[in-house]
């Protein structure tokens, strides 16, 4: 089964290594930690597009959360 990370602000969001991921031809590769200003900053914008209502919301705050 292949499972597709979420993205936002056109990173891609791994819960597992908590990080934000962007990839860029010209740029190359940029990664950001959450525990980094920035990405306090996104993380925090990601949160608010969650859905707590919904199974995969909850789920996703889980995993962030966790």
């Given at each position: ?30 990664f ?6 920035k ?14 209502d ?13």
């Open positions: 089964m292949i499972r597709q990370l979420p993205t936002f602000k056109g990173y891609t969001i791994d819960i597992r290594l908590k990080e934000f991921r962007k990839a860029d031809p010209q740029w190359g590769f940029k950001i930690p959450f525990d980094s200003p990405g306090d900053r996104l993380l925090v914008g990601f949160i608010r597009t969650l859905d707590a919904t199974n995969e919301g909850r789920e996703m705050l889980i995993k962030i959360g966790g």
